[in-house]
């Protein structure tokens, strides 16, 4: 189900199952158990031997306190200082081990999740991308990964080994004394109390700061993509009202989550000199009546400092699993998103090679949503070799055909077939390799020329890439760059739009597939170029079946069959004069575009 970045939808009104995300959590660490266990045990292990210093330097006092009425006996004050140094860097030793192995884990954890968001990327149907924003997307595989690594780190062991230790000190401060020890866990008791008072208020703020983040990134991603526009229509103080709205609610959610759990230290700390002044004063209480030693006074100092320290640690991993569950809860929720369907039952594979180029749609029916159908019973056949256009005004259909072909959507009903095999048991991989589709939207990445045209084929010699610069007319303005086809472009505003559809357009030559697709494919070229861009199509055309999109009804003259579509329907079909002599919606349509 869609998350809750959807702008359309209200604000989360109550904090999410912290339960069930941080058990979710722990699940989706199996893989990582072993190392896990280990840091567990090693920081438990810190913990204890910690727990056993109080009483060694208890003895160390009580030895010093006997050396001021009598002979000092250094042997053995210094021995016990030895043995408490070693326990000392024992401990440490151990913490730093154990804060190495969860560095090492969260980081790794991080990449396995980033790894799992890809792959699911490629999963997911493209209905998913028309209704979830990108920004928000790439919030959860950066923030939220990064917030779910920084928790696991600074949490898990710490919360254990926090645990281990309170519950040792407690036990060795009735071991010394009830009474001292009653005094101290009160005292605790009450900043356990207040802290978890705080964590139950704070929840619904983490929470709510991760899907702001969400929200924040969609709006820059979005206005980023479209800053041309914003500036030709002076938008900049809309946009910066809608940011300054999205900003507010980042800063409002993270600064009552950050005050919040920000109250537990010196609330803690507060506790703590508390505890330190009832042993004091229960202590000497005690001491003036030879209940106990001035060491055993000493000694509950230290105890209620471990005891104070661990309730803070405690606070604050909480704090941390706070936010990791909200921010796990979001990353799961994208990875249980619904996927494509299965391709088990999809055995079948059309090697390149041996495809001899029919295609035929069968009353295909399809709507984004099942219930208002975009097309409508559609029929038709290509032969091999054929070139068919397919035209019509705005919404009729035409590159939704496209893309069912393609396999981007399933069908509603209907079939597809590909030389007489149903897409159904074709994979979608196999069907992407039988077509060569070049799109309207243009689309370059960061790196060399010649990268983006022999984008994701393999050894594709100089001399085919000249051919084909040739044949889209690409060899002046190549010829150009200081470095040629090895001239970097590091984003789309590196070369004109006209540029970019001719390097798309090269960039579909290279490919060798029995079938063409070619969207709006010539509609940012100018008239002139479009002359000779539409050579090129015709060759690259010849021998492939081939299926073109077009709104310049100019272009299509010469093809084969004309597929006139209206609201999902084909209503006319024939050759460019056959449909001109009819004076229909086609004559409509191509007269419309040449009345001054």
Known sequence: MPGPHNGTRGEIEKSKNFGKAITRLIKELKLFRVAIIVAIILASAGSIIAIIIPNEVSNIVNAISDGLTGAMDYDKIIKLAVFVAILQSTSAIFEIIEGFIMTDVSNKFARFLRNRIINKVNKLPLKFFDDNQTGDTMSRITNDIDSIAQ???ESLSTLVAAVTLLLGVIFMMFVTNWIMALTAVVSGFIGFVF???ILKKSQKYFTAR?????????????IYSGLDVVRAYNGKAEVGKEFNRLNQKVYDANRKS???????PPAMHFVGNLGYVAVCVVGAMLTTHDIISFGTIVAFIIYVRMFT???????QSLSYLQLSAAASERVFEFLDETELPSQKGQKMWLPRDQVKGYIEFKDVKFGYDKDKLIIKDFSAKATPGQK???VGPTGAGKTTMVNLLMKFYDINSGDILIDGVSIHDLKRENIHELFTMVLQDTWLFAGTIKQNIVYNRKNVSDEKIDDVLKKVGLTHFI???????????YDNDSVSAGQRQLLTIARGMIEDSPFLILDEATSNVD?????????AMDKLARGRTSFIIAHRLSTIKNADLILVMKDGNIVETGTHNELLQKKGFYAELYNSQFQH
């Open 151 to 153: 928790s696991l780190t």
């Open 195 to 197: 802290s978890s008072i």
């Open 210 to 222: 991760q899907r702001e983040l969400g929200k924040i990134n969609s709006h820059i991603e979005e």
């Open 258 to 264: 950050q005050f919040l759990s920000g109250l537990m």
């Open 309 to 315: 320290s661990p309730l803070s640690q405690i606070a």
């Open 388 to 390: 068919i256009a397919i």
């Open 479 to 489: 010829g150009t760059l200081p470095k040629g086809i090895n001239t970097e472009i």
């Open 527 to 535: 008239t002139r170029t479009e002359e000779l861009v539409q050579k």
